[in-house]
């Protein structure tokens, strides 16, 4: 074999590498709206707004109101995208999610503006109450055209940003895991502190998690779709996959196409020397 060609395809397989371990480091969110009408009684319609983690802090036309925690969800225009009666929002997840039909695995996660209601200084009621659940019509797709319908559902978890929080509104050290499915129910917060409230998080960083069925008759799912809503307005702040089940990117990255057009560039011309 040619030495320089040898010492290319090296290098191709070494680059190649080093992105594939970047892009399986980063969670499973959308990264492109395929599609959004807001529907009726929206103002927030900023679509963007869905796409990738949630922000850290909580801001709005009055300044910043801390850090994003159970307690404390995001309210504007630049963190959450509202869609009303009669609209829809389409998403395309970053990587496939593959789907297991073992029990209480846990797919796809939604983050709403959903927050506990504090009884003074982070503590949670006893028994815990929550504000914000909305409702809306499911959907998913491993093609971005045919669409699965998972029904009516209500999306009612509260979100956290930092696992670590030295208290209500304070940031802290380590990143809540966003692809790890939160589990709890508002029952699991009856009368628990600040602290303990982020202890029954396990690290997640919350929203509303759902078993996506095999029997649908998809294996693994790339697209998300919000529509159906009847009552108010749905606030999506964010969307996630389990990084357990993390698959394939939906769509080639372009630095993969480059290298992949780069090696296949070094051997043709080696083929016709």
Do not use: C
């Not at 309210?75 to 995208?81: F, L, Q």
């Not at 208290?167 to 050290?173: I, M, P, S, V, Y």
């Amino acid at each position: 074999m040619n030495p320089l060609r040898a010492l290319m395809l090296v290098l191709v397989s070494v680059i190649s590498l080093l992105f594939t371990e970047q892009v399986r480091s980063q969670v499973v969110t959308g990264i492109e709206v395929v599609s959004y009408s807001a529907g009726t009684g929206t103002s927030l319609n900023d679509s963007s707004a869905a796409l990738g983690l949630p922000s850290a802090t909580v801001d709005g036309p009055f300044g910043n109101f801390g850090e994003l925690n159970p307690f404390n969800p995001h309210y504007s225009a630049d963190e959450i995208v509202q869609i009303g009666s009669g609209g829809e929002l389409t998403l395309r997840l970053t990587n496939y999610v593959t789907l297991d039909d073992s029990s209480g695995v846990l797919e796809l996660g939604v983050l709403e503006n959903v927050f506990l209601i504090d009884a003074g200084g982070g503590t949670n009621n006893n028994p815990a109450s929550s504000f914000g659940a909305d409702s809306a019509v499911l959907e998913v797709s491993d093609d971005g055209v045919n669409f699965f319908s998972l029904g009516l559902q209500e999306f009612n978890q509260a979100g956290n940003y930092w696992s670590d929080s030295l208290g209500e509104g304070l940031a802290g050290t380590t990143v809540a895991d966003f692809g790890k499915p939160f589990e709890a129910a508002l029952g699991d917060f009856d009368g628990l502190s600040f602290s303990d409230t982020l202890a029954d998080f396990n690290g997640s960083g919350g929203g509303t998690w759902f078993d996506v069925p095999t029997s649908l008759g998809i294996t693994e799912i790339g697209w998300i779709r919000f529509s159906g809503v009847t009552t108010g307005t749905l606030e999506v702040d964010s969307v996630f996959g389990n990084s357990a089940l993390k698959g394939a990117a939906t769509i080639p990255e372009p630095s993969s196409l480059l290298l992949l057009l780069f090696g296949m560039s070094w051997l043709m011309l080696w083929k016709r020397k």
